[in-house]
């Protein structure tokens, strides 16, 4: 069975669609959005942990992918890892934007929230920053393998990479999410 991120097509239907939206075919761009989309805003989901802010970033990445097409620049081949990659730089953004200029919540939020919520919004945003320490191609195979359940063939189409180098990737990213995580722990001083 199909699970709704995956989608019919060989390598070779994904580069005559790639090829018919660089030449900016409005039903190839239409299609190339509606395979795309999902799976793109379902890893930025999984870094920035807020709706809004996922729809705005995945709506940009399409948008600069469209840009690039109108420049005769863009991906020639494996158009998902470019969309990631290209995800990754927004969300770095958006992170650093958010240091810089820090959201203060309203103290009737705070005082409204349980203990349990605030914990759950502790360990989120422990992961995330644990996430954010792995490189772009760990990251990607982690939120692609664990968040969106893809298998690791067809994240290994995706990122244009062996299945063999993403067995490897994941057990990086794994180890390094274990050391990081553990890291954080300590410097909170949890046992």
């Known amino acids: 069975m199909e699970t709704l991120l995956e989608r ?3 390598v070779a239907d994904e580069q005559i669609l790639l090829a018919r939206a ?4 409005p039903d190839a ?6 395979r795309y989309y ?5 890893y930025v989901l999984g870094r920035v942990g807020e709706r809004a802010v996922a729809e705005d970033v995945t709506a940009e990445a399409f948008i600069r992918l469209l840009e690039a097409f109108h420049q005769g620049r863009g991906p020639e081949r494996h158009l998902a890892a470019w969309l990631f990659r290209t995800a990754d730089h927004l969300v770095a953004d958006h992170h650093r934007a958010r240091y810089r200029h820090p959201e203060v919540p309203l103290e009737e939020e705070w005082g409204s929230s349980r203990e349990e919520e605030w914990e759950d919004v502790v360990l989120q945003e422990r992961v995330r920053e644990a996430l954010n320490h792995l490189t772009p191609d760990q990251r990607a195979v982690i939120l692609m393998r664990f968040w969106m359940d893809l298998p690791l063939t067809r ?3 995706e990122l244009g990479k ?3 180098a993403v067995k490897l990737l ?4 794994l180890a390094a999410l274990a050391k990081r995580l553990q890291d954080i722990r300590n410097d909170h001083g949890q046992a």
């Open 8 to 10: 019919p097509g060989t």
């Open 22 to 25: 660089r030449s900016l075919d």
């Open 29 to 34: 761009l239409a299609e190339l959005h509606e």
């Open 38 to 42: 999902r799976m793109l805003y379902f």
């Open 155 to 157: 994240i290994a189409q």
């Open 162 to 164: 062996s299945v063999g």
């Open 170 to 173: 994941q057990h990086r990213a």
